[in-house]
Nanobody, 120 residues
Framework: QVQLVESGGGLVQAGGSLRLSCVAS????????MGWYRQAPGKPRELVGYVTSGGLTKYGDSVKGRFTISRDNAKFKVFLQMNNLERDDTAVYFC??????????????WGQGTQVTVSS
C-alpha cells in the first residue's frame, strides 16, 4: 500500500513563509506528477501547483510568484515553499501523486492534509 504523508504546516503571520514536505512510501517504482492542492472552509479543492517527473511546473494563478514546488525523484518527495503568505492562503493543503507505478498498474494517491493558517 502507498501512503503520502505531509508535514510542515502550522500558523504563520501574513508575509511570512512556510515549507511543506510530502513523502510517498510503499512499493513504488516511479511517480508521474506530484503536487499540492488546498481546500479552505466552504470552498472547493483547488490546485496549488504540481511538478512533473521531468521537472516542469504549473501553478494556480493565486500563488504564482509566491510559491515554488520542487521534488526529489529518488526519495519520492515533493516540497512546497510558500513565501509572502496571505490570509487567503489559509487552508488544508493536500499532497497528490499521480500515475504512481507499482510494477503492474498505475494509481493516484492523496495525503491526509496539513493545516496552514495565516494570521493578520
Amino acid at each position: 500500500q502507498v501512503q503520502l504523508v505531509e508535514s510542515g504546516g502550522g500558523l504563520v503571520q501574513a508575509g511570512g513563509s512556510l515549507r511543506l514536505s510530502c513523502v510517498a512510501s510503499g512499493k513504488i517504482v516511479s511517480i508521474g506528477d506530484m503536487g499540492w492542492y488546498r481546500q479552505a472552509p466552504g470552498k472547493p479543492r483547488e490546485l496549488v501547483g504540481y511538478v512533473t517527473s521531468g521537472g516542469l511546473t504549473k501553478y494556480g494563478d493565486s500563488v504564482k510568484g509566491r510559491f515554488t514546488i520542487s521534488r526529489d525523484n529518488a526519495k519520492f518527495k515533493v516540497f512546497l515553499q510558500m513565501n509572502n503568505l496571505e490570509r487567503d492562503d489559509t487552508a488544508v493543503y493536500f499532497c497528490n501523486a499521480e500515475n504512481v507505478y507499482l510494477g503492474t498498474y498505475y494509481y493516484d494517491y492523496w495525503g491526509q492534509g496539513t493545516q496552514v493558517t495565516v494570521s493578520s
